[in-house]
């Protein structure tokens, strides 16, 4: 565990102790402000958004959260279907791409799930008032494609994995 | 690893991950045109090749990759860096 993951208390970490198990190495966690410009830089908006906030980030890896309510789009029968995985997985992704632009205050960008790869589940829901942690790191891209590997947890367990093909055309200026 | 192994090893990269036949699958035979595959498959053949090679593909020379021996030849590259303790490649970003 890193020097900056030894200074996480539970107060600034939605998760709490299963979030920091979730965290891998080189990973620092962001304050809360930042984590919301990440979340306005990318292109997810109501009620396509599904993680709350972005956690932690390090080089070429992200830790989000995504709490599990009512309101959520796909709650059905008092839980969501884990088909919601993939979305999760895939705005991770965006999250990371979305913090490679932070230093652009009219930074905007765009993108799509090209694909999943080795998906695996354990889960046919996700719980509601659950809060999971998606850590994805990129494996590899070139141009506007890119790979990322990707992982869930809720309570410190690993509930999903896969790897994930996204297309993000990044730095979209506003004017 | 050798130019055959190498090889060999390409082969079953490629008919692993899109279900090709194996004999279908030359030195010369093009991966878009022939092969039919596309710049979304390249992406899980330098995956693929990232784990052969321990090495992340440099993305600019990836680009430029279209048969299979050409492939051979950047592994053959990649190991070669490696070998020589060169750098691995900056990432290529999104927004570059």
């Known amino acids: 565990m890193t020097e900056e993951l030894s200074k996480v208390s539970d ?3 939605a998760g709490g102790s299963s979030s920091i198990a979730a965290l891998s190495d080189g990973m620092a966690l962001l304050e ?3 984590s919301q ?3 306005q830089i990318m292109p997810h908006r109501t009620p396509m958004v599904f993680i709350d906030r972005v956690v932690a980030l390090g080089e070429g890896r992200v830790l989000c959260e995504s709490e599990i309510r009512d309101d959520h789009i796909l709650f059905r029968n008092g839980a969501v279907s884990a088909v919601a995985i993939v979305e999760i997985f895939a705005q991770s992704a965006a999250a990371l791409i979305a913090a490679g632009l932070l230093k652009d205050p009219n930074a905007r960008m765009a993108g799509a799930l090209l694909g999943a790869r080795n998906l695996f589940w354990s889960v046919e829901t996700l719980e509601l008032g659950k809060t999971y942690q998606c850590r994805a790191v990129d494996n590899w891209g070139a141009g506007a494609l890119r790979q990322l590997e990707c992982e869930l947890f809720c309570d410190g367990e690993s509930v999903a ?3 994930i093909n996204v297309v993000a055309t990044g730095d979209i200026p506003t004017g | 690893m050798t130019r055959d192994e190498i090889f060999s090893a390409v082969v079953d990269i490629l008919v692993d991950n899109f279900e090709l036949d194996a004999n279908d699958i030359k030195g010369e035979t093009t991966l878009y045109e022939e092969l039919d595959l596309d710049s979304i498959d390249a992406v899980d053949i330098f ?3 990232r784990d052969l090679t321990g090495r992340r593909p440099d993305p600019e020379k990836a680009k430029a990759v279209r ?3 050409e492939l051979v030849a950047f592994v053959e590259q990649e190991l070669a860096d490696k070998a020589a303790g060169k750098p691995e490649p900056a990432t290529d970003r999104p927004s570059e």
Request: charged share 20%; hydrophobic share 50%; aromatic share 0%.
């Open chain 1, 11 to 13: 107060t600034n970490v």
């Open chain 1, 32 to 34: 809360p402000e930042i």
């Open chain 1, 37 to 39: 410009k990440i979340l």
């Open chain 1, 161 to 163: 994995k896969g790897a």
């Open chain 2, 47 to 49: 995956v693929a090749l």
């Open chain 2, 67 to 69: 048969t299979v021996d």
